[in-house]
T-cell receptor
Framework: AQSVSQHNHHVILSEAASLELGCNYS??????LFWYVQYPGQHLQLLLK??????LVKGIKGFEAEFIKSKFSFNLRKPSVQWSDTAEYFC????????????FGKGTHLIIQP | DVKVTQSSRYLVKRTGEKVFLECVQD?????MFWYRQDPGLGLRLIYF???????EKGDIPEGYSVSREKKERFSLILESASTNQTSMYLC???????????FGPGTRLTVT
């Protein structure tokens, strides 16, 4: 079974700082990779996803992520964060050819200070 | 606009009660999922379904069962609720396994 590790459980940044949230997965085969975000009081929603092709994927609200196969990593980045980015961020994976749900990391609680 | 709805936002039940959590999606999606979300543990997959009357166990199915009699509706059943099932329960649906999952607002269940 696959697993997902998110390196930071709590991150505090000031507005305009750059963001990088780490995500590593353990699975030797083809994977589909996702980053989801949960803003306070809101539904979980998709930020971006990677299935194949260009390993640098762009998502909503200026976020991007890079898939590095050799490192089993899918880190999330944003060059300049805003107060409205305060949320919980989840990395998730499912197997590329299989029929299964998502395996989530434990989440990173991001707080942006104005 | 895609929509996944869950029958209750908050639910309080007693130990030993049978509990039904309902989820409905209006997107004609094939796949539906139930997760539980706990602080510090992220989301964990309980069960999923890829077709009417079809179901598969996820990572933590013990103590739960599911029912999918119609394509749009997926129910999670706690046969005999226990305090360790106090949690936030999230339902999701997707067009297929390689597609985005859309999540409902969640049901916060407290078992006393």
């Amino acid at each position: 079974a696959q697993s997902v590790s998110q390196h930071n459980h709590h991150v505090i940044l000031s507005e305009a700082a750059s963001l990088e949230l780490g995500c590593n997965y353990s699975y030797g085969g083809t994977v589909n990779l996702f980053w989801y975000v949960q803003y306070p009081g809101q539904h979980l929603q998709l930020l971006l996803k990677y299935f194949s092709g260009d390993p640098l994927v762009k998502g909503i609200k200026g976020f991007e992520a890079e898939f590095i196969k050799s490192k089993f990593s899918f880190n999330l980045r944003k060059p300049s964060v805003q107060w409205s980015d305060t949320a919980e961020y989840f990395c998730a994976v499912n197997t590329g050819g299989g029929a299964d749900g998502l395996t989530f990391g434990k989440g990173t609680h991001l707080i942006i200070q104005p | 606009d895609v929509k996944v709805t869950q029958s209750s936002r908050y639910l309080v039940k007693r130990t030993g009660e049978k509990v039904f959590l309902e989820c409905v999606q209006d997107m004609d999606h094939e796949n539906m999922f139930w997760y539980r979300q706990d602080p510090g543990l992220g989301l964990r997959l309980i069960y999923f379904s890829y077709d009417v009357k079809m179901k598969e166990k996820g990572d933590i199915p013990e103590g739960y069962s599911v029912s999918r009699e119609k394509k749009e509706r997926f129910s999670l059943i706690l046969e005999s609720a226990s305090t360790n099932q106090t949690s936030m329960y999230l339902c999701a649906s997707s067009r297929g396994f390689r597609y985005e999952q859309y999540f409902g607002p969640g049901t916060r269940l407290t078992v006393t």
